[in-house]
């Protein structure tokens, strides 16, 4: 009964540590499918974190800290977008500046709420499916957002191949003259995914620094913004496989952490690079199929789009 506890914990613990992958990667995705690479993830998501629990103490009310944490996201993407689409700056040096302008923003913004304690979001128990065993623990006892990430996924697979929009969106990432020569406005659509993508990139910050950990703590992103961009290479820009690589992640965040607790004399230093050596892993795995990669990934990415007309 006690192993069958610590596997329940586990992948509670899994989904929970997944999902800001989820709501990160799954903005990230619709941003590369419309041509669009943006490296500074990890600095909208600190933005997003540090907004949200700033606006979480000045209100005393959390759903205005998850609205302030989705538009400091956005903001912070519009001003990507506007560098790379509008003044054509190179995307990944663009991208990877922001990520270090998002750091450094952050880390300003918060000095003064480090260590302020704040009440985080509380689990939603369904009457009767939460008090199931084992199922009910997995399924039935999370909060809000992680019920709104596993919408998210399945909001963004339905828009993308089942409308007709998704497929304006993913005709200008595989070729954005042609679409531009039928009449698709290009600018516009690649503008509104990389607010997308920044205001789900924001809401992952949200929810580390409001439900994961309530706290502000600086950098407290550790990385996974970067781990959110690899998980769209990894997924093979297919949103499903998005969750399942998130919580996959999360399952070996989660199991690493358990290895202490059974008492195996392993330095914690060694523990914490688990979950990034098995990223860098499975995308060497994965990369030697470079024809997949290749036919999955938007072939326009990174492409700057010089309007005719």
């Not at 952050?106 to 709420?113: E, N, P, T």
């Not at 009449?183 to 205001?199: E, K, Q, S, T």
């Not at 199929?289 to 492409?303: E, F, G, M, V, W």
Request: proline share 4%; glycine share 12%; aromatic share 8%.
């Amino acid at each position: 009964m006690e192993g069958l506890d610590t596997v329940v914990a586990i992948l509670v613990g899994a989904i929970r540590a997944g999902t800001p992958l989820v709501l990160a990667a799954m903005g990230e995705l619709v941003t590369e499918k419309s041509g669009v690479l943006n490296l500074g993830v990890e600095g909208m998501m600190l933005v997003g974190a540090v907004s949200g629990f700033i606006a979480t103490v000045a209100t005393g009310n959390i759903y205005v800290g998850i609205a302030a944490s989705i538009v400091a996201g956005m903001l912070i993407a519009l001003l990507f977008a506007f560098l790379v689409l509008s003044l054509m700056t190179n995307q990944v040096a663009t991208g990877l500046a922001l990520t270090i302008f998002g750091v450094g923003l952050s880390a300003f913004m918060g000095i003064k709420y480090v260590g302020t304690p704040i009440e985080g979001l509380k689990p939603i128990l369904i009457p009767y499916l939460s008090d199931l065993p084992v199922v009910g623990p997995i399924l039935f006892t999370h909060d809000i957002l992680i019920y709104a990430a596993v919408l998210l996924v399945i909001g963004v697979a339905w828009f993308l191949y089942k409308t007709r929009r998704g497929l304006i969106l993913r005709a200008v990432g595989e070729s954005n003259d042609a679409a531009h020569a039928i009449g698709h406005p290009v600018m516009m659509i690649r503008y509104l995914a990389v607010l997308f993508g920044g205001g789900a990139a924001g809401l992952a910050g949200g929810y580390l620094s409001l439900v994961y950990t309530p706290q502000w703590v600086e950098n407290m992103t550790a990385g996974r913004g970067w781990i959110a961009l690899a998980l769209v290479v990894f997924a093979t820009w297919r949103p499903g496989r998005v969750l399942l690589g998130a919580y996959l992640f999360g399952g070996i965040t989660i199991m690493s952490l358990h290895i202490q607790a059974l008492g195996f004399n392993v330095s914690s230093h060694l523990v914490a690079t688990v979950p990034y050596l098995a990223t860098i892993l499975v995308l060497v795995i994965i990369s030697r199929d470079a024809t997949k990669i290749k036919l999955n990934a938007p072939a326009a990415l990174c492409r700057p789009f010089h309007p005719t007309v």
